[in-house]
């Protein structure tokens, strides 16, 4: 299980960020605190997908895994500034 890639998500001023797994599986995560991380919803795509293949949800310790790498993923990416929100352009009339 690898993440293959992380999205950012925001709305109303919070943000949440979509985790990509090379299985199939996409977790979304809310960040609540600086280092506090709470589960959205998970979903699973593809003939491949865990869901598919192991015909149920991941739990406990995988799921607990997922988070912790997609989460460190996210963490990383942040310092590198990748998550960027370019701000509109003020126009002087």
């Given at each position: 299980?690898?993440?293959t890639?992380?999205?950012?998500?925001?709305?109303?001023?919070?943000?949440?960020?979509?985790?990509?797994?090379?299985?199939?599986?996409?977790?979304?995560?809310?960040?609540?605190?600086?280092?506090?991380?709470?589960?959205?919803?998970?979903?699973?795509?593809?003939?491949?997908?865990?869901?598919?293949?192991?015909?149920?949800?991941?739990?406990g310790?995988?799921?607990?895994?997922?988070?912790n790498?997609?989460?460190?993923?996210?963490?990383?990416?942040?310092?590198?500034?990748?998550?960027?929100?370019?701000?509109?352009?003020?126009?002087?009339?």
């Amino acid at each position: 299980m690898k993440v293959t890639g992380t999205l950012r998500y925001e709305k109303n001023g919070k943000e949440s960020f979509g985790i990509s797994f090379d299985d199939g599986m996409i977790i979304r995560v809310h960040k609540t605190g600086e280092d506090d991380w709470s589960l959205m919803w998970m979903v699973s795509a593809g003939p491949d997908s865990y869901y598919l293949t192991k015909k149920k949800w991941p739990k406990g310790k995988n799921l607990e895994k997922r988070i912790n790498l997609g989460v460190a993923l996210i963490k990383k990416n942040i310092n590198n500034n990748r998550y960027r929100i370019k701000k509109p352009k003020q126009t002087n009339e």
